[in-house]
């Protein structure tokens, strides 16, 4: 694997562990909470982005408004029985989440999804380093690239590596910060 592709992967990973801690609920409104969250839409299962227009209109409110209004039931039972733990109000043309404060226990909670977040990104990158040295290990034996290349290639993947897995450990810090802020 060449550098740029090996970065690139880890980028990906760290990029992924990032939109996974954006749907973690932080006691304030914040769209992107209802990105994991898709509704049977004739026949097919499609994010609520897809169908409505959602929008925060202050800190402790998200509006969603449909396109089509008759998807409007689909979409507050999808947000029911989602592991958010907040109920949607519907008035017959928009939905909107009131998004109450979060508890003690609820943030320790949501810390520990964070942490289960940032350890799969994190094997995701050992796994972009593990393919990488087995590549070079494999370049090396068949007579590709010498020893010194192979070793020196090796660690310079285990640089990225540890790179990139110190960038999801000051994400994740930064988002139990977030979360534990009353």
């Known amino acids: 694997m060449k550098e740029q592709e090996i970065q690139s992967s ?27 969250i898709s509704v049977e839409y004739y026949g097919a299962e499609t994010p609520i982005k897809s169908l409505a227009s ?40 928009v939905i909107r989440i009131n998004v109450p404060p979060l508890t003690e226990e609820r943030r320790k909670e949501f810390c520990k999804l964070a942490s289960k977040y940032a350890e799969e990104g994190k094997v995701a990158l050992r796994n972009i380093r593990r393919d990488a040295v087995e590549k070079e290990k494999k370049d090396e034996k068949e007579g590709l690239i010498s020893k010194d ?7 310079e993947i285990q640089k990225f ?5 110190s960038l999801i450990e000051t994400k994740l810090f930064e988002k139990e910060k977030e979360i534990l802020k009353v």
């Open 54 to 93: 959602i929008s925060t209109i202050d800190s402790q409110t998200i509006s969603i408004q449909p396109f089509d209004i008759s998807s409007l039931q689909t979409i507050e039972k999808a947000i029911s029985v989602s592991d958010l733990g907040i109920t949607p109000n519907n008035d017959g043309k």
């Open 161 to 165: 590596t540890d790179k990139y897995i």
């Open 149 to 155: 290349v192979s070793r020196d290639n090796q660690l």
């Open 10 to 36: 880890m980028n990906k990973s760290v990029e992924a562990t990032q939109r996974n801690f954006n749907t973690i609920r932080t006691g304030r409104a914040n769209a992107s909470l209802l990105d994991r």
